[in-house]
């Protein structure tokens, strides 16, 4: 079992920067993704970034070049950092954690409201 604790959430106004940071219970070297999502009202959630054990990442084509997924093993502890943020970015965030397959785990979500 891994649990997954989200901070940094909040309101922030178009073209500022928010980021997200995710604290796992159990070290990284015994997961293989970890993620970030996204689901805004009336949609379904989506893949925002993922990261791998063994460094590689992804990216959804509507975050690429805003948004960096990262890392620091030492404290079990995944980030997003969203740059020039939109309005269409309001969302609830969930960290995930795959360990049998991408998304075993998750948290319990954090809002990123952005404004106008």
């Known amino acids: 079992q891994v649990q997954l604790v989200e901070f940094g959430g909040g309101l922030v106004q178009a073209g500022g920067s928010l980021r997200l940071s995710c604290a796992a219970s159990?070290?990284?070297?015994?997961?293989?993704?970890m993620g970030w999502y996204r689901q805004a009202p009336g949609k379904q959630r989506e893949s925002v970034a993922t990261?791998?054990?063994?460094?590689?990442?992804d990216y959804a084509d509507s975050v690429k070049g805003r948004f960096t997924i990262s890392r620091d093993n030492a404290k079990n502890t995944v980030y997003l950092q969203m740059n020039s943020l939109k309005p269409e970015d309001t969302a609830v965030y969930y960290c995930?954690?795959?360990?049998?397959?991408?998304?075993?785990?998750w948290g319990q979500g954090t809002q990123v409201t952005v404004s106008s």
């Open positions: 995930s954690a795959g360990v049998f397959t991408t998304s075993d785990y």
């Open positions: 990261i791998t054990r063994g460094g590689r990442t």
């Open positions: 159990t070290s990284f070297f015994s997961i293989n993704v």
